[in-house]
C-alpha cells in the first residue's frame, strides 16, 4: 500500500511539473515530438557560470495569453561535457501557440546552489509564432559575469547546426522573431 501511494503521489506531481515547453531530443524520432498544434522554437545559449559546475540551466517563461506562470519551463540541462562550468549550443525545442513572455532563468550549480537572473536593462523577451509554421529563432540567451541578456547573433550558427542535428526540418525559410516589427509600426509603414 505504501509503494502504491509513493507511486501515484510520484505520478501526481509529474503531471503538475509537466511543461508546455519542450526541448526535441534528436537522438529520438522527431515527428512525434513536434506535434501540429504546436509552434517549433530554437534559441542559441551562452551561460558562463565561472569556476562553478552547471548542474541545469531551466528557463521560466509566463503564458501572457492564458494568465498563466506555471508549467512553462524550458529545461537546457546541464555543463558541456568538456567544460562543466559552460552551456553553449542550439537547442530546438516545441511549445504551446500562445505567447509565452521570458521572465528568470534558474541556474543549479555546485553545493545544491540556484541563481535566479532576469534580464538586463529591462529588456524583455516574448516567444509567439505569430501563425508561422516555419521553425523560428528566438534569439541568443547569454549569462556573463553575473549579468543575462539576450541578442538576435546566432541565427545562422543555429539554422547550420540544427540543420545537421534534425535532417528532416526545413530552416530554409526559418524566421527571427528579435527582427520581427510590432505590429503597430509595421501598419504605420
Known amino acids: 500500500m505504501k509503494k502504491l501511494l509513493t ?26 515530438q513536434i506535434p501540429k498544434e ?25 503564458d501572457l495569453i492564458n494568465s ?21 549550443g542550439c ?3 516545441t511549445g504551446n501557440k500562445t505567447v509565452y513572455s521570458f521572465y528568470k532563468a534558474a541556474i543549479r550549480t555546485g553545493g545544491g546552489k540556484t541563481t535566479s537572473v532576469k534580464l538586463i536593462d529591462k529588456k524583455s523577451w516574448t516567444l509567439s509564432n505569430e ?3 516555419v521553425p523560428i529563432f528566438a534569439g ?13 547573433v546566432g541565427f545562422k550558427e543555429c539554422t547550420t547546426e540544427l540543420s545537421a542535428k534534425y535532417p528532416t526540418i526545413d ?10 516589427k510590432p505590429k503597430a509600426e509595421a501598419k504605420k509603414k
Open 171 to 180: 530552416f530554409s525559410k526559418a524566421e527571427e522573431i528579435l527582427k520581427r
Open 68 to 88: 498563466e506562470i506555471s508549467g512553462h519551463t524550458l529545461d537546457l540541462g546541464k555543463g558541456n561535457k568538456d567544460n562543466p562550468s559552460l552551456l553553449t
Open 38 to 62: 504546436k509552434a517549433i522554437y530554437f534559441i542559441k545559449a551562452n551561460f558562463n557560470a565561472g569556476s562553478e559546475k552547471i548542474y541545469n540551466v531551466t528557463l521560466e517563461n509566463f
Open 91 to 93: 537547442f530546438l525545442f
Open 131 to 133: 501563425g508561422s509554421s
Open 140 to 152: 541568443t540567451l547569454s549569462y556573463l559575469d553575473g549579468k543575462l541578456d539576450i541578442s538576435d
Open 7 to 32: 507511486l501515484v503521489l510520484l505520478s501526481i506531481l509529474g503531471v503538475a511539473n509537466c511543461s508546455s515547453l519542450a526541448v526535441v531530443d534528436p537522438t529520438k524520432e522527431i515527428a512525434p
